[in-house]
């Protein structure tokens, strides 16, 4: 089950709170009043004089279950528009609550108290994921801004990319000037000589307009590079002025563009990494209070909501909204309805319209230029095609039989073969020689011995005996001996001696000799069957390995996947740790000497930015942690509960920046091997 740091923290709260040692809980103690008068209008809730307590008290009781976090096992993400509609019957429920006998009233209300805590909590948890999410998204979107800064191909290709959207841009703004001559000369109703000149001077003030303007920003560059109508120290230098910027390369304008895109995007992800940042202060500072009085903790849910209304609204809070110290309970009813309501899906497509012209381009921008080439590359291909069909059907049909050959050859018949060989077990699927195919020839050589004995050497019958046992294993001496007698006249010997019969005996022993090596070597073959057919089939598969990986990357480069790799995840993850301990250690290694450096500087004039870049870096060790990308071994199970272990301390607010730069560095050396450091 995957966590996060709002799903644990506002778990841990929601247990703490409920099991508050206070003789009163949150809003046990007071009456809840009835929500705004605007609310209760945008509604249309009846107000009910009286209703079964009971049924009240089933319907909250069911509605806290939907939302409830006490229960770590069985938590989830609850949508957005499941916790309006809770909001909603929250709601009706508390114009119920007057009508309810005093003897039920508590345990509503405590319910009632219950629910609004949950659901703040569930608000702040979807609140925190849905920035963190957007701030990933904007971290891609700058990278890819940054490598094509960085590279001069990338900067060709992209500004190829860019034409058509370059020049619809200078179409539309030359449009609009030439209407607005048009409009100019045609508001002028003298038909005198005057206007005919004017007329007649138009096109030429036209073509100044568009190439040769020397007072400001010339149409045809700004609306090619729509970036030099932004305002930049590069720009408004009097070095770099819009003519000399005229005569550069368009591949420096290029990295120009890039340069300022990646720019403004870091600038939002700072300034979301300080929502962030802001968000967990608001918590850090419940839970401190979540022991304390029932009216700090009402004071710090009330703050907390007001805050997380603030970061989606990205206001101020005005001199007639609510202020510190002070609760009011329809306010954070209130505040909550329309945070769900209305700002938080706001903030996310004002986000998304902010980033609209700074986000990477579309897929057909991306690939005109392959979608454009298609037809004329189809074309030459089809005349190609003609014109050599007979060569390319010979070419397909060999193709067709070496595929399907090291199909069926290379991958299913050695495949068979191995589960052959492991149904076979020990006995095995080679052989070199037929099966007994020893034993007869043993017996024969004992035959042979054994009559040589009887009628050559007139033995009795024990010794007869002794010497079957001696050729079984494998002892000819008497035999030899009579060899060397006869070989010393083997004319003789051979015409009327027994030369012939004792070669044909050694001969035999050779047969014999052949066959018990026959019958190692097979052993042998046996024993590693699997191994040879293991062998055997490896380096197919190893093809098929990589020509899937292959045309898999190749499809994910072309449609734009989402997912990511396991090297590019772990990439990130190794970058996140460095830059987490890099932080730490510049805000706390010696603060007043290290002020002038832009991180010390940046901490010191927006704290809450800096928790929330950290906080952001935490949060993506924990997406790696439960990732399919974190390395699978034996003891997984026991690492990951010792690397969120590590994470929660880094988390811990009450820690000294001091110590979780210790721990940042303890961390880093730690776990580092997991990504390769």
Not at 101 to 110: F, L, N, R
């Amino acid at each position: 089950m995957s966590t996060s740091f709002a799903l644990d923290r506002t778990s841990e709260l929601a247990l703490q709170l409920r099991c508050s040692s206070s003789p009163s809980s949150l809003l046990l103690s007071r009456t809840l009043p009835t929500p705004s008068a605007h609310l209760k209008q945008q509604l249309n809730v009846p107000r009910s004089s009286k209703q079964d307590p009971q049924e009240t008290q089933s319907h909250l009781t069911c509605l806290l279950k939907l939302v409830d976090l006490r229960d770590g096992f069985h938590r989830k993400r609850v949508p957005d528009k499941q916790l309006v509609s809770v909001l909603d019957s929250f709601i009706a429920s508390l114009n119920s609550s007057p009508g309810v006998p005093p003897e039920g009233h508590q345990e509503i209300c405590e319910i009632q108290s219950l629910l609004l805590l949950q659901i703040a909590l569930r608000s702040y948890s979807t609140l925190y994921e849905s920035l963190c999410q957007q701030a990933f998204r904007l971290t891609d979107q700058i990278h890819y801004w940054s490598s094509i800064e960085n590279n001069q191909l990338s900067i060709s290709y992209y500004l190829i990319q860019s034409i058509p959207l370059r020049l619809a841009a200078l179409a539309r703004q030359i449009w609009s000037h030439t209407r607005r001559t048009i409009n100019q000369l045609g508001a002028d109703e003298s038909h005198n000589q005057q206007s005919f000149s004017r007329l007649a001077m138009w096109p030429r003030q036209l073509y100044n307009q568009i190439w040769t303007r020397r007072d400001q920003h010339a149409i045809s560059i700004s609306s090619l590079f729509p970036t030099l109508r932004t305002p930049s120290k590069l720009l408004n230098s009097p070095t770099h002025s819009i003519q000399f910027l005229s005569t550069l390369s368009p591949l420096l304008l290029t990295r120009q563009e890039a340069r300022l895109k990646r720019q403004e995007l870091e600038w939002i992800h700072a300034d979301l990494a300080e929502k962030i940042g802001r968000l967990v202060t608001g918590l850090h500072t419940l839970e401190q209070n979540a022991q304390s009085q029932t009216e700090q903790v009402d004071i710090a849910l009330s703050d907390l909501v007001s805050q997380m209304l603030q970061v989606t609204a990205e206001l101020d809070p005005q001199p007639g909204e609510q202020k510190a110290g002070q609760y009011h309970d329809a306010t954070v009813i209130d505040q909550l309805h329309e945070l769900l309501s209305s700002h938080l899906p706001g903030q996310q497509e004002k986000l998304a319209m902010r980033v609209s012209a700074l986000s990477p381009p579309g897929f057909f921008t991306r690939n005109w230029p392959w979608l454009i080439s298609l037809p004329i590359v189809s074309y030459a291909l089809s005349r190609l095609a003609y014109t050599y069909w007979n060569t390319i059907v010979d070419g397909l049909r060999d193709a067709q039989e070496t595929l399907k050959g090291f199909v069926s050859g290379w991958l299913i018949r050695p495949v068979e073969d191995i589960l052959h060989t492991l149904k076979a077990g020990q006995e095995g699927t080679l052989a070199i020689m037929t099966k007994d195919s020893l034993a007869p020839e043993l017996d024969s050589l004992e035959r042979m011995v054994v009559e040589f004995g009887r009628d050559k050497l007139k033995w009795t019958e024990d010794e007869l005996s002794t010497l079957s046992k001696s050729v079984k294993e494998g002892n000819l001496t008497s035999v030899l001996k009579v060899w060397e007698q006869e070989i010393k006249a083997p004319i003789r010997s051979a015409i009327a001696g027994s030369l012939i019969r004792v070669l044909l005996i050694q001969i035999q022993k050779v047969k014999v000799d052949l066959s018990l090596a026959m019958d190692g070597i097979q052993s042998i073959l046996r024993s590693q069957s699997l191994t040879f057919g293991a062998i055997g089939v490896a380096p197919s598969m190893l093809i098929c390995f990589m020509l899937s990986k292959l045309f898999g990357s190749l499809i994910r480069q072309r449609i734009g996947v989402v997912g990511k790799g396991t090297k590019a995840v772990r990439k990130e993850v190794r970058i996140a740790m460095r830059r987490m301990e890099r932080t730490l250690l510049l805000i706390t290694s010696n603060p007043s000497a290290d002020s002038a450096h832009p991180t010390a500087k940046a901490h010191l004039e927006n704290p809450a930015r800096t928790v929330g870049l950290l906080f952001l870096d935490l949060h993506l060790l924990r997406y790696f942690v439960h990732s399919p990308h974190f390395p699978r071994t034996e003891s997984s199970h026991a690492i990951q509960r010792e690397f969120l272990g590590d994470i929660t301390d880094l988390e811990c607010s009450p820690l000294s920046w001091k110590t979780k730069s210790k721990l940042a560095k303890r961390f880093v050396k730690q776990w580092g091997f997991l990504v390769g450091i």
